[in-house]
């Protein structure tokens, strides 16, 4: 497995924001960031992003959008 180089150092703040938005990962490391998330996580994000139904549930692709938006405003807090 080839080691990723971390170039981080080097880039402006800007550039370092949109890569922290357009991360790489494999399957392995996705399945293990979602694994490290419980239920009541999970559900108190939707809840804080108002997703959630009178039924319970949420849609994917808006609680995609929220994820999105809370790394976005996550990345902007770190710089």
């Known amino acids: 497995m080839k080691k990723r180089q971390d170039k981080s150092k080097s880039k402006p703040k800007r550039q370092q924001h949109q890569d922290d938005l ?8 996705l399945a293990a960031k979602c694994a490290a998330s419980n239920e009541q ?11 959630l139904d009178s039924a319970g549930t949420l849609d994917l692709a808006e609680y995609t959008a929220f994820l999105i938006q809370e790394l976005h405003g996550s990345a902007k807090r770190k710089t």
């Open 22 to 29: 357009h991360q790489r990962l494999t399957p392995a490391e």
């Open 41 to 51: 996580q999970m559900r108190e994000l939707a809840q804080r992003g108002g997703l």
